[in-house]
C-alpha cells in the first residue's frame, strides 16, 4: 500500500510555470507506475501524465505535450510534474495516482492509490 500527498499547487498567472510534487509513503515506491490527472470544476478527471516505474518512459495527454513533464526520483519517493506556459484551461485539482507494475494507463480506474490533490488556479 502506498500513501500519496501532493504539494506545489496555487494562484499562478497565465503564462507561468509551475512544479507540482507528490511524495509517497513506504519502501515500494519504485514498484508502481505514477501518473497526473486533473479536475476542473464541473469536469470529469481527466489523464495529464504517466511515468513508468523505471522512469524511462512518459506519457502525456495531448493537452500537455510540450508545456508538462512528468518526472521521478525513486531515492526520494517522489513523482513531479513540472507545468509551463498555464492556460486558464488548466485550471483543476492536480491529482497523484499510483499502480501496481510497470505500465502507464490513462484510464483512471486503473490506479488504486490516489492523493488529496493540489489546486492549480490559473488567471488570464
Known amino acids: 500500500q502506498v500513501q500519496l500527498v501532493e504539494s506545489g499547487g496555487g494562484w499562478v498567472q497565465a503564462g507561468d510555470s509551475l512544479r507540482l510534487s507528490c511524495a509517497a509513503s513506504g519502501r515500494t515506491f519504485s514498484s508502481y507506475a505514477m501518473g497526473w490527472f486533473r479536475q476542473a470544476p464541473g469536469k470529469e478527471r481527466e489523464f495529464v501524465s504517466g511515468?513508468?516505474?523505471?522512469?524511462?518512459?512518459?506519457y502525456y495527454a495531448d493537452s500537455g505535450k510540450g508545456r508538462f513533464t512528468i518526472s521521478r526520483d525513486n531515492a526520494k519517493n517522489t513523482v513531479y510534474l513540472q507545468l509551463t506556459s498555464l492556460k486558464p484551461e488548466d485550471t483543476a485539482v492536480y491529482y497523484c495516482?499510483?499502480?501496481?507494475?510497470?505500465?502507464?494507463?490513462?484510464?483512471?480506474?486503473?490506479?488504486?492509490?490516489w492523493g488529496q490533490g493540489t489546486q492549480v488556479p490559473v488567471s488570464s
Open positions: 495516482a499510483a499502480k501496481q507494475g510497470s505500465f502507464v494507463f490513462s484510464n483512471r480506474n486503473a490506479y488504486a492509490y
Open positions: 511515468i513508468r516505474r523505471s522512469g524511462g518512459t512518459t
